[in-house]
């Protein structure tokens, strides 16, 4: 989806994590496109949020970094046109009137951030929309500070990998006002995410952060990810269901129109 290394497996994303396209619905809410809008979806992973914004009448585009993301998106929506690119590119043949992103923006570093915002501010018309929703600060805390304390207990270090961007309400606000934006919304708050299953725990740390145990042999890596389950299995576990600690933060700013 963007600059940090990460693998995807489009079917396990679809069937084990559809939470992040079905909670990203209300987003498309916000987003309200209209018919003969054009609108870029970035990072649109499978497609399905993408479909549901043609649903609505516009001319959309889906983008992934992600090629394998984006031949399960083609071959589930093949009217819609999709393309592999990374978000640090972006580059529309005209510029649109919204660009949507949808969990994708915490995946890129930190310091590439500022350029793609700048990229998406190009990209978009005067008055054009920017509606974005991706994590916020203090997201997955809970599971990212377990995995740093079980593997220092089973004496496997401190993990290497890049964190992933989370910022503040404020942080981003500036971040878009500084290359030229005007932001409207901003939200940041909590939303407890179920995972799917007894499995679920496990699933989303293969899925979505094997980046921190990429460092270790592969044999130690099952025992790394049991021990987390059973440190936040207290907190985090109930009735037979995972409840990650996802925060969100959701902003909608606009490209000022020509005085």
């Known amino acids: 989806m963007a600059s940090l290394s990460q693998s995807w497996n489009p079917h396990l994303y679809q069937d084990s994590h559809s939470f992040v396209w079905r909670y990203g619905q209300a987003l498309v809410d916000l987003l309200q496109p209209q018919p003969g809008e054009t609108i870029v979806d970035l990072g649109c992973g499978t497609g399905h ?18 090629a394998a993301m984006i031949d399960q998106a083609r071959q589930t929506y093949p009217e819609i ?40 501010y190009k990209a978009l018309r005067p008055n054009g929309r920017l509606v974005v929703e991706f994590g916020g600060r203090g ?13 220092r207990q089973l004496g496997c270090g401190v993990p290497s990998a890049e964190p992933w961007y989370f910022p503040s309400l404020g942080e981003y606000a500036t971040l878009l006002e500084q290359v030229g934006f ?7 708050g909590d939303r407890p995410t ?66």
């Open 182 to 188: 005007e932001v409207q919304l901003g939200l940041l």
């Open 49 to 66: 949020l993408t479909a549901a914004i043609a649903a609505a009448g516009a001319s959309v585009t889906g983008i992934d970094a992600d």
């Open 81 to 120: 046109p999709f393309q592999v690119a990374n978000a640090r590119d972006l580059a529309v043949p005209e510029p649109v009137n919204a660009v949507f992103s949808n969990a994708t923006l915490h995946w890129i570093a930190r310091a590439d951030q500022p350029l793609v915002a700048r990229r998406i």
């Open 194 to 259: 179920p995972l799917a299953g007894e499995q679920g725990l496990a699933n989303w740390i293969c899925m979505f952060a094997s980046r921190y145990l990429e460092d270790l042999p592969i044999p130690q890596r099952s025992p790394v990810i049991e021990a987390v389950e059973d440190w936040l299995r207290p907190s985090m576990y109930r009735e037979g269901q995972w409840l990650a600690d996802y925060r969100r933060l959701r902003m909608v700013a606009v490209k000022p129109g020509l005085a």
């Open 139 to 151: 997201n997955v805390q809970s599971i990212l500070d377990a995995i740093h304390i079980v593997r």
